[in-house]
């Protein structure tokens, strides 16, 4: 082969296309932004489809959020002080009705 020639030009150009082209080719397939020729990036434009696949990640996404957050809520419920929440309630009904405050069914105006 000569190293000098036109056809070693010709072989390295196609080379380097035939790369770019691949590139591009896999980057397309896989959702990554595209190369143009002069190194640029182009991206690409969602369509309907997509746009609904991410409102609906979005909304599963804040449903997680919030459903971590009540798993913590209830580990703490659970792990704090034992199980002493039933004790806790038999302590407030053992309460003398003096100290139990304003009934709720109590309309303003009218004394006890």
Request: proline share 3%; charged share 35%; hydrophobic share 35%.
């Given at each position: 082969?000569?190293?000098?020639?036109?056809?070693?030009?010709?072989?390295?150009?196609?080379?380097?296309?035939?790369?770019?082209?691949?590139?591009?080719?896999?980057?397309a397939r896989h959702g990554y932004s595209l190369e143009d020729e002069w190194g640029g990036k182009t991206e690409r434009s969602?369509?309907?489809?997509?746009?609904?696949?991410?409102?609906?990640?979005?909304?599963?996404?804040?449903?997680?959020?919030?459903?971590?957050?009540?798993?913590?809520?209830?580990?703490?419920?659970?792990?704090?002080?034992?199980?002493?929440?039933?004790?806790?309630?038999?302590?407030?009904?053992?309460?003398?009705?003096?100290?139990?405050?304003?009934?709720?069914?109590?309309?303003?105006?009218?004394?006890?």
């Amino acid at each position: 082969m000569n190293w000098g020639g036109p056809e070693f030009v010709i072989a390295i150009i196609a080379l380097s296309t035939g790369g770019w082209l691949i590139n591009n080719w896999i980057r397309a397939r896989h959702g990554y932004s595209l190369e143009d020729e002069w190194g640029g990036k182009t991206e690409r434009s969602d369509t309907a489809e997509t746009k609904a696949l991410k409102a609906e990640n979005r909304q599963l996404h804040d449903k997680l959020d919030t459903m971590q957050d009540r798993m913590v809520v209830l580990e703490k419920i659970v792990t704090d002080r034992g199980y002493s929440l039933h004790d806790e309630i038999e302590a407030l009904r053992d309460k003398p009705a003096s100290d139990a405050g304003e009934p709720l069914n109590r309309k303003r105006g009218e004394k006890a």
